[in-house]
């Protein structure tokens, strides 16, 4: 096992981003993808783990919570979480430090992935794509900085009571607004959004992608397709896609990536 663990959940790319560049300060890490469940779940003896996810609505995304849950650690080991958000970082960190007692915990604005509510520009401050990239590095490695001394802090990161509420209401909103998934003539039957589905929800019938009900809204197919075939109803027709710059599809299925 490597000297340090980040779990970590990314739909549009952002997320993994930031962990590779905590990694990159770390050394010696393994960050371990929850888009399912975890291939690794006994830290005991790794000395940091941290936790690295967007927020979705307020909460956590897909069943991170859950695969939190699973995670053993030593009773010394450094805990820390960080959230990626566009608008505000939710109850996320919260969560999870009800479950793992987190020692450090920060936040980190990029744009936002969820294109059928919000265009992804809209973030907090507002930033071309370039501009938030080089911002979330910067901070990103602030933060790695901090983590690497093993900064902590004191209290328990903040939960505002509306965010909880609307974490509540999103997954019966998302599975609706899944139901809305379509793809359309400009599909060249790659097969990208099958293999890239974390939750088994899409197959490839006849060479255009089915969808199933079992989607975990975390839109990679929509965001990575490379013929912007896929759509979460018709607002998204208007939208103009994104993910991370840094993260190329390949890296989002992997279950573990290794940062020397």
Same mark, same amino acid.
């Given at each position: ?11 549009? &790319? ?9 990694? !990159?300060?770390? &050394?010696?890490?393994?960050?371990? /993808? ?31 919570? $859950?695969?939190?849950?699973?995670? =053993? /650690? %030593? ?11 566009? %608008? ?17 915990? =920060? ?19 507002? #930033?071309?794509?370039?501009?938030? $990239? ?20 004191? &209290?328990?990161? &903040?939960?505002?009571? #509306? ?13 609706? !607004?899944?139901?809305?998934? +379509?793809?359309?003539? $400009?599909?060249?039957?790659?097969? #990208? ?16 992608? $089915? ?20 759509? /979460?109803? %018709?607002? +998204?027709? !208007? ?7 840094? =993260?190329?599809?390949?890296?989002? /299925? !992997? ?6």
């Amino acid at each position: 096992m490597s000297k340090n663990l980040i779990y970590c959940y990314s739909g549009s &790319g952002n997320c993994l981003d930031i962990a590779k560049n905590i990694a !990159k300060v770390l &050394g010696d890490t393994d960050i371990v /993808m929850m888009r399912s469940f975890p291939a690794v779940t006994d830290a005991r003896n790794a000395e940091r783990v941290g936790f690295v996810f967007p927020c979705y609505a307020g909460g956590l995304p897909g069943n991170v919570e $859950q695969y939190v849950k699973t995670v =053993t /650690m %030593g009773p010394d080991t450094y805990r820390f979480g960080v959230v990626s958000y566009s %608008g505000y970082p939710g109850v996320g960190l919260k969560k999870i430090s009800d479950i793992v007692r987190l020692d450090y915990w =920060t936040g980190i604005s990029h744009h936002c992935s969820c294109i059928w509510l919000f265009p992804h520009r809209l973030m907090v401050p507002t #930033l071309s794509v370039k501009g938030a $990239q080089k911002r979330s590095e910067k901070l990103a490695k602030k933060a790695a900085e901090e983590i690497a001394a093993k900064k902590k802090l004191d &209290g328990e990161p &903040g939960a505002f009571f #509306l965010n909880a509420l609307e974490a509540k209401a999103w997954p019966a909103l998302s599975k609706k !607004k899944a139901e809305k998934l +379509t793809s359309d003539e $400009q599909c060249i039957s790659c097969g #990208l959004c099958e293999k890239l589905c974390p939750a088994g929800n899409i197959r490839i019938v006849d060479g255009r992608p $089915q969808f199933g009900k079992n989607c975990i809204g975390c839109l990679s197919c929509l965001q990575y397709c490379p013929a912007k075939a896929i759509n /979460m109803g %018709g607002v +998204t027709l !208007k939208r103009e896609r994104y993910h991370n710059p840094n =993260t190329p599809a390949p890296e989002l /299925m !992997k279950k573990v990536i290794h940062i020397d």
